[in-house]
Every structure is written in C-alpha cells, then in structure tokens.
C-alpha cells in the first residue's frame, strides 16, 4: 500500500496492524490464505512473493477483522473472501497489464463489498462491538498500566490537523488510534523522506480544499477519509512519477479532484450502505496513469519506467541516467578510418558545409607542420590520406556504390558529378551513412552487400567536387546521393593535443580537432570480459582483519543484461561492455561489500590504453553518501540537487604499449556540495595475465585490499 520494499517500514506496518490485534490476526490469516492459494493454483510466483497478488487480500482480511466477530464461520468467510480477491487481482493484473496501468485496490474493494453485501441475511456471522468500550477492551488486552498510557496518550493536546493526519495514516490499515499512526509516519521517514513529504502535502490540499468549500469537516476527521489523499499524494508525486516540482504541482491539482470524488462516490454507495474506502484514490491514480502514458515520450512530469520502490532511488537513479546517456544513440557511430585525421571542415563548415548539406565532416591527414602533403605536393599520391582505407562506420547494408569517377588533378573539381565515388551504408530504416570523393577503382563492396561495423569498403580519393584528397562523411535519413544532411553524434573517438588525449562521447568533432577511432587493448578487453557463467575468487580481509574468500559469477538475466553477483554479499552489478568501455549501470546489495568497491573503481572503463586520458562520469548519491546532509537532500531533491558525484578514472603505468602484460589504473569517487568535499574514495586497479589482479580502495586515511585468486 506504501509502494515499497523497504523492511524497516514492513516491520513497522506489521506492528501498527497489531495495535488491535483483531484486525491484525484477521489480515494475517487472510493473507496466508492467499499466499497458499496462490501457490496451489501455481501463479506467477514472483507476483506471489512480491505481494502483487496479495497485498489486496490482507487489505481484506484488515478490513473484515473491524467489522466482525470472531467464530468458525467468520473465518471460513475470510478464507473464501481472501481467495476471491486473489482472483480478482490475477485477472485485473492481466487486464491491466496491456495497458500498463495500475489495478491497485480495486481487488479490495471488491472483496470487501462481497463480503459486506452477502453476509446481511447471515445470522451465524455478527458485527463486532469492539472499539465501543475502549477502555475495557485496553484492561483486557494490558491491565492497568495499558489503561494508563492509552490515558496519557489521549491527553496529549495534539492540532486537530496533526491528530487527524496520524489516524488517516492508522485508517490505512484500519487501526483508528494515533498510535498506529504515529509508528506508519515513523516508518513511512525511514523509508522515504520524500514519501513522507507527500503524504503531508496531500493531506493538507485535501484538508484544507474541504475547508475552503465549507464541507463537513466531521467526514474528514471521524471517518478518516484522509488516507485517500495521502496515498494518492504518494503513488502520483513519487512512486510512478518522477518527484520533481511538476510532479508536487499535479498532487496539488490532483488531489481536490479527490474530495470531489469522495463526495460524489459517498452519495452513490450510501443508498447500498457500503463504504468507500480507498476507491478514490484507486479510481484517481488509475485515471492519470492510463492517460499520462498517452503522452510523448520525455514529457514533464515523466513518467517512472524502471521502479526502485523508492521516490529517492527513482529520482536520483534517473537523473544519473539522464546525465550518463542523455547523448547515448541507438545506433554507435564510429570514425570511417584507422589512425589520426585532422578535421578540415566540420558542421556548418565556411566552405561547403551550408543549408541542408551542413551536418558533414571532411577528414584530411596531417603532418607534424599541420600539412596535409609532402613537397611539392602536386600529385594526389603526394596527400598523406589518398589511398588510404575509408572503414564502414556501423553495420548496415549497402544501397549505394557509386564508381567509375576518375579523381581531379590537384586544385581541380568536377562540379557536374559533385559527390565523387560515393558508398551509402543502410544502418536503420531512418538512418544512412554515406562517404564520399573515394578512389575510382577501390571498391571492396557493392550494392545489396552486407558490412560489418569496421570493415574496409573502399580507399580515399580526390573524385567529384574535391580540389585534393579528403573523406566527405555524413549520416542521412534517405537512402539518396544528394540526401540532406541528419545531426547525429559519433560514438566514441579520441581527440589528441600537445600534452594529453580527451575521450568523446557521443558528440561531434570539430574543426581543426586532430581525431581517432578508439584502438582497444587486448588486456583491457579480456579482463572486462566477464563471460556468463564464468566464476571469479576474490581474497579480501573483514572486519576483524580475517581473511575470507569471496565467489563472484557472471550472468545475465532474462532481460539480457550482464552482470556480476557475489555469493558471500548477496549483491549485484550490472554492467555494459560495448567492445569501447566497459561501464556499470546499477546495483542492488551490500554497500560494504567488495563488489560494491569494485563497481564505484570500475564505474567507467576505457577498453584502449591512452595515456593521460581522463574518463569521467557521475553515480546516484543513493547509498553513496548518508547523513544529516543526505536527509535535508531528499527533502529538497524533488525540487534541486545540492550533492554532487564525479567519477575519474585514468592509467598511470604500462610495461609494453603494444603488447602489454601489466596496466595499472587509478580512479575516484567524490561527492561534494559547491566546493566542499564531503566523500570521496580512492582506487587501484591492477590487471596482468589478461585479467584483474589486485584492487585498492582507500579512504580517510584506511585501505583495503582484495586479490583476486582464481
């Protein structure tokens, strides 16, 4: 009901649903019931563990437990009414299903209302008194001493405001009482700084929106229909939205939509006696969800697609999302060359780059002196980049293979046949790459083949409008010779100055830029290469300086993502190699733990050895920093994020450029605020024998080591 994993708040909510033992015992043995039944039947069972088919039925066990007396034939009614709803929640859960909407407490309702509705003409089972003669009730339960704090409790003067809130939050789980409330509010900070936020400003909107229409204020505080707004406030402004100030905004709007509701609905199911419970909130949240995915993609609020089960890992996971890829293409675009070219002309170039035809490059080859020849310079043989290999940028098809056009004498252009010998490449139904001004005659392709990404398709030339040897290459939506020009990054490539090298991704060279595809280094591949199945034994010391061994394995999961699992920790780090990096994309476990170190040291990896080249990205703060800091971050995340992290990895040793048998890597994590350094960690990186050797972590003066052993 809360739209969370978090076990500190489960045990909270367990305890407040025992407040009254009744209604808890009740929702316990409904609960059971459907677990069973669920497990006979053989549903899915990762719905059954993750509660997905059976949260509805402990509602309904809760909720019968309230209002009934406890005999044989009650609770054989519970049994059959918690099987009901489980039905239900299967065959809504399918429904639902196509279009990505929530069923939420639907199932409840309905099992409920079955119950409710047919056990009138029952005179085996009666309605219960409890909750009339209170103080009875608290002697039997806890004598004297009971009485007398539920006696100082009820005397502590709360604002009517507060003491309502806290028994909207106990109605949740149908334990009307402040105590319940209190421990669900508890529970609820723990959990999520951000949820409790919400709940607080959903309930104050719906609260004082009664007020403002001059409502009976009675329903809100007796009959504690309050519970709608805070659960609606939570599910919209955190749990399948993205928190943000848009998202607040829609619970602010959303919310007096609610009261209406409420009022609307109440009216109706009084002619049949039947309570609303938290159709509202149901009906409302079912409502803005269908509809919200009707949208374009990436409009604001957005929309949750990977949930956490947290508002603060849902908003910190996608922000570091939208940061590390927000230039990331479906399809890889590489440079069509080996070894370093210079940039003659770029996007919008001041010689033919203009209009529709201004998203291209032109790469020459120079020498040290920025000369694209050698002396004297008159014979195309004479330019460093003729005849040299033009490289299929990505995989595709060939849909163009103009030949046959002789190159210019030096200085001279052929403005009839502009374009040159010229190869267009189909890598998608919207996407063509296309190299032009080739050498007549150097076609290693033809039209209708099949290419490989880095395969050799011709030479470069001096044909068509070129004055002296150069690649024109440039991607286009069309499949034309003359096709207009389409903005599309290159992947990866590195740009090389007088004292370092910068790693690009996903952006576009520039002109003058000295520029080169990345090489990878055996090495580096194969220690990154973790092959599912493939187990690795890592020695590392504990907390007490003793010596345990470690089992991490490689897999991937159902959704072919990769990853690496610690047996001894129970976590997971799921990782991308792309034959360029090798990158970590999440994890889920122990924080302490080895794995977790090495998945902040090995954040982001370059599979080519370059010297004095920084790699650089930023991880979710979630789980990284913790504090009083943190707190007041998630209560001010939704609307700005003050904690920062910057991740930093580069090479300080090789023993063989070419073919090395020893690299050695440094890397940082750092979260800072402004200019203040709050964390940061150190690592080293060893790999030798083609494979990860040793690994450092260090931080505020500690060390820790792990070796890997087999």
């Known amino acids: 009901m809360f739209f969370s994993n978090n076990r500190w708040l489960a045990v909270l909510l367990l305890l407040a649903s025992f407040v009254d033992p009744y209604t808890g015992t009740s929702g316990l043995i409904a609960l059971l019931s459907s677990v069973l039944a669920a497990r006979w039947l053989r549903f899915n069972y990762s719905y059954i563990i993750s509660g997905t088919y059976t949260y509805n039925s402990l509602m309904v066990g809760l909720a019968l437990g309230v209002y009934y007396n406890f005999n044989l034939q009650f609770f054989v009614v519970l049994v059959l009414a918690a099987v009901f709803t489980l039905l239900v929640s299967v065959w809504l859960a399918n429904i639902t299903l196509k279009s990505n909407t929530p069923f939420l407490s639907l199932p409840f309702i309905a099992g409920v209302w079955l119950v409710l509705l047919s056990t009138r003409t029952y005179s085996a089972i009666g309605l219960s008194d409890r909750g009339i003669y209170t103080i009875n009730e608290i002697w039997h339960y806890g004598g004297e001493q009971m009485v007398n704090l539920y006696n100082t409790i009820e005397q502590i003067k709360l604002p009517s405001f507060v003491e309502v809130y806290f028994k909207s939050l106990g109605a949740i789980y149908f334990q009307y009482n402040i105590i319940a409330g209190v421990l669900i509010a508890i529970g609820l900070l723990l959990h999520s700084r951000i949820a409790f936020l919400l709940s607080l400003v959903g309930f104050m909107t719906g609260y004082l929106f009664y007020y403002f229409l001059q409502g009976n204020m009675a329903e809100v505080e007796y009959s504690y229909i309050g519970f709608n707004f805070i659960l609606s406030a939570i599910a919209i402004g955190g749990f399948f939205l993205i928190p943000s100030t848009r998202s607040f905004l829609l619970v602010i709007i959303s919310t007096p939509l609610i009261v209406l509701l409420i009022n609307a609905i109440g009216g109706l ?224 490539y590195i740009s090389h100055h007088a004292d370092k090298n910068i790693f690009h991704s996903f952006t576009h060279p520039q002109e003058n830029e000295l520029i080169s595809r990345v090489v990878t280094n055996r090495l580096l591949k194969d220690a990154f290469n973790f092959v599912p199945g493939e187990i690795f034994h890592i020695e590392t010391t504990d907390a007490s300086k003793n010596k345990i061994l470690l089992k991490w394995e490689a ?156």
């Open 269 to 492: 199911l009084a002619v049949y006696q039947l309570p609303m419970y938290s159709l509202p909130f149901t009906l409302m949240v079912m409502l803005l969800m269908f509809t919200l995915r009707l949208r374009n993609a990436g409009s604001q609020p957005e929309l949750v697609y990977q949930q956490n089960y947290s508002p603060e890992k849902n908003l910190y996971k996608h922000l570091n999302q939208k940061e590390r890829f927000q230039h990331d293409t479906y399809f890889h675009i590489q440079l069509p060359f080996y070894g370093k070219w210079s940039v003659s002309q770029a996007h919008e170039g001041k010689l033919t780059h203009k209009e529709d035809w201004k998203y291209a490059w032109d790469f020459v080859v120079t020498d040290d002196n920025s000369r694209t020849f050698r002396l004297p310079g008159t014979d195309v043989t004479d330019f460093y980049c003729y005849n040299l290999p033009v490289l299929a940028p990505a995989a595709g098809y060939i849909v163009e293979a103009l030949d046959g056009i002789e190159d210019n004498a030096i200085g001279n252009v052929n403005l009839e046949r502009n374009w040159g010998n010229t190869i267009i490449i189909k890598h998608s139904e919207l996407l063509y790459s296309k190299l032009s001004h080739l050498k007549e005659g150097s076609f290693k392709v033809k039209a209708g083949d099949y290419v490989k990404k880095g395969e050799l398709l011709a030479t470069c030339g001096n044909s068509g409008r070129s004055p002296e040897p150069h690649i024109h290459f440039q991607l286009q939506s069309t499949p034309y010779i003359g096709s207009k020009t389409l903005l599309h990054p290159i992947s990866y």
């Open 555 to 710: 897999g991937v999961d159902a959704w072919n993502n990769a990853y690496l699992y610690c047996h001894h920790s129970k976590s997971t780090a799921w990782l991308v190699n792309n034959e360029t990096l090798h990158y970590f994309t999440d994890f889920e476990g122990d924080r302490n733990s080895v794995l977790y170190y090495f998945y902040l040291a090995a954040h982001k990896i370059l599979l080519g050895y370059y010297e004095h080249t920084e790699v650089k990205d930023t991880l979710p703060i979630q789980g990284l920093y913790s504090g009083g800091l943190k707190f007041i971050q998630d209560i001010c995340a939704p609307f700005y994020v003050f904690l920062k992290s910057e991740y930093k990895s580069t090479f300080t040793a090789i023993d063989d450029p070419t073919h090395p048998s020893f690299i050695e890597l440094h890397s940082s994590v750092t979260i800072r605020t402004g200019s203040f350094v709050k964390r940061q960690l150190e690592f080293e990186l060893l790999l030798s024998d083609n494979k990860l050797q040793h690994l450092v972590i260090k931080e505020k003066g500690k060390t820790k080591n792990a070796q890997w052993v087999g």
